[in-house]
C-alpha cells in the first residue's frame, strides 16, 4: 500500500489521471484486484488525499481526479479474463494475428522459432503502424530452412537470441504490457496443421508481470549481434 500510496500522491499534483497514469495503477492494483479488504483501504485513501487536497488548495478538481481512481478500482476491464485455443486448426495462428494487429504500442516476443509467414506479415505491419517489437528467439532455431529471424532483423524489428548450449525453448508474447499470450505453439505452419498444440491469453496482472519481468531479464543478457538468415 505504500507504493500506491506513494503513487496516488503524485498523481495528484494536477487533480488528473493521464492515459500512463492509468496504466501504472492498473499495475499497482494488480496485487489487490478481487481483495474487498485491500480495495477498500485504497479507496479511503483516495478519498482522504483528494479531501485533504480540496481542503488545503480549494481544488474541487480534486473529485474529477477521485472519479477516475474509483472507476479504475472497480472496473469491469480490471476483472481477469482468459480464453484458450487449441491446434490443429488455426485457431490458435488467428489469435497471435489478432494479439499482433491490435497492439498499440508493444510487442515482446519470446518463441523457440518462427517460420510461418503469415505471423510475420502481421510483424512488418505493426512495425509500419510505429508499434516496437522485440523478440528473443533460439540461436540454433534461427539457422533453419525457413526462418525468418534474418529477415525480421533486416526489417529493423530488434531481435536478440539464447546463444547457450541449450534451447531457449518460450512462447510467450506481450502485447502493450498489459497481455499475455502463452502456450505450447510454436510460431510455425507445422504447428497449425499437424501438432496437438495449445496458447492461452490472459490480462492477469500477476502473470503479464512475471512474464514482462522474465523477457526484461532475458532481454538484458542476450546480445544483439546479427542474426543470418537460414
Known amino acids: ?8 500522491r503524485e498523481s495528484l499534483e494536477d487533480f488528473a489521471l493521464s492515459r500512463s497514469e492509468k496504466k501504472e495503477f492498473k499495475t499497482h492494483l494488480a496485487g489487490i484486484n478481487g481483495n474487498a479488504t485491500e480495495q477498500a483501504k485504497a479507496r479511503q485513501l483516495a478519498f482522504k488525499l483528494a479531501q485533504a487536497a480540496i ?30 485455443y487449441f491446434s490443429p486448426g488455426e485457431d490458435c495462428l488467428h489469435r497471435i494475428r489478432r494479439l499482433i494487429g ?16 503469415r505471423i510475420v506479415r502481421k510483424l512488418e505491419e505493426a512495425k509500419a503502424r ?14 533453419d530452412l525457413g526462418s525468418d529471424l534474418g529477415h525480421l532483423m533486416r526489417e529493423g524489428i530488434k531481435c536478440r537470441l539464447d546463444r547457450t548450449t541449450a534451447h531457449m525453448h ?21 504447428a497449425a496443421t499437424e501438432n496437438d498444440e495449445n496458447i492461452l491469453v490472459t490480462n492477469n496482472p500477476g502473470l503479464v508481470k512475471s512474464f514482462a519481468g522474465k523477457f526484461e531479464e532475458m532481454w538484458r543478457k542476450l546480445d544483439s549481434r546479427k542474426v543470418k538468415s537460414g
Do not use: P
Open 55 to 84: 481542503n488545503e488548495f480549494g481544488q474541487i478538481t480534486a473529485l474529477d481526479w477521485l472519479q477516475g481512481v474509483i472507476k479504475l478500482l472497480y472496473a469491469r476491464e480490471n476483472e481477469v479474463k482468459a480464453s484458450a
Open 130 to 143: 510505429g508499434v516496437t517489437i522485440r523478440i528473443i528467439s533460439d540461436d540454433d532455431k534461427s539457422m
Open 102 to 117: 491490435e497492439a498499440r504500442d508493444s510487442l515482446d516476443i519470446c518463441v523457440f522459432t518462427i517460420t510461418d509467414n
Open 170 to 190: 518460450h512462447k510467450f508474447a506481450i502485447a502493450d504490457t498489459d497481455l499475455l499470450l502463452t502456450g505450447s505453439y510454436n510460431w510455425t505452419r507445422s
Open 1 to 8: 500500500m505504500s507504493e500506491l500510496e506513494t503513487f496516488l
